[in-house]
């Protein structure tokens, strides 16, 4: 930082992490800015003159709890160009083969409907081996490795699902609506921002 003579600088961290870099700036007299992607717990020695950058009004409300007065909202910049297609409405779509991301919900639905087509997307984590022997006992479901050609993904949406047990955002839902694509969401977090009025929202219990 020193070399740089950095006139800011902005943290994208989670802040147990970043909390001692901070303190180390700020004794320097380096002006810094801390975004916030997560909704992990906090130090108790919340920097009070430090602004502090969340994705969304649940995530703002959630840190407001947590002690971080006035965090200031900044949602996600995703460019359309790079998500928007022509839909072919194949298939309901879903990114992650997680449990955080509601994947075993995506097989108990897929299971009810045999009729309709699944597609599923890995994005992060170990998806657990109960889940993926379930998967693949499904005719309708099919579960794909991690792609960079989210085109090709949104290709197939003719809805895309997003049942994930927390969210801060939902970049998924946001990329498919470039398209025209429809979601359905849980009713968790920052969800319910990011579908507005581009589709529904299942119970949180769901």
């Known amino acids: 930082v020193a070399m740089l003579k950095a006139d800011i ?27 916030l992607w997560s909704q992990v717990p906090i130090p108790q020695q919340v920097l009070p003159d430090v602004p502090y950058i969340v994705l969304s009004e649940a995530s703002a409300a959630w840190y407001r709890a947590q002690g ?35 994947f075993d919900l ?3 639905v897929a299971a009810l409907c045999p009729e309709i087509p699944f597609e599923v997307y890995a994005s992060w984590g170990k998806t657990p081996e109960d889940l993926v022997t379930r998967a693949r006992t499904l005719p309708n479901m099919r579960v794909h490795p991690p792609t960079r050609d989210m085109k090709a993904v949104y290709r197939k949406a003719r809805i895309l699902a997003a049942p994930s047990l927390m969210e801060t ?16 969401a849980r009713d968790v977090g920052a969800l319910r921002e990011a579908v507005a009025g581009g589709g529904v929202m299942m119970p949180s219990d769901a």
């Open 9 to 35: 600088v902005v943290f994208e961290s989670r802040h147990n992490a970043m909390l001692p870099s901070v303190e180390s700036l700020r004794a320097r007299g380096v002006p810094v800015v801390c975004r």
């Open 68 to 102: 971080v007065r006035d965090p200031i909202i900044l949602p996600p910049v995703i460019l359309s160009e790079d998500y928007r297609v022509e839909s072919e409405r194949q298939s309901v779509v879903s990114i992650g083969v997680v449990r955080e991301k509601g």
């Open 106 to 108: 995506m097989i108990e």
């Open 169 to 184: 955002w939902g970049r998924t839902v946001t990329e498919a609506q470039f398209s025209g694509i429809p979601a359905i």
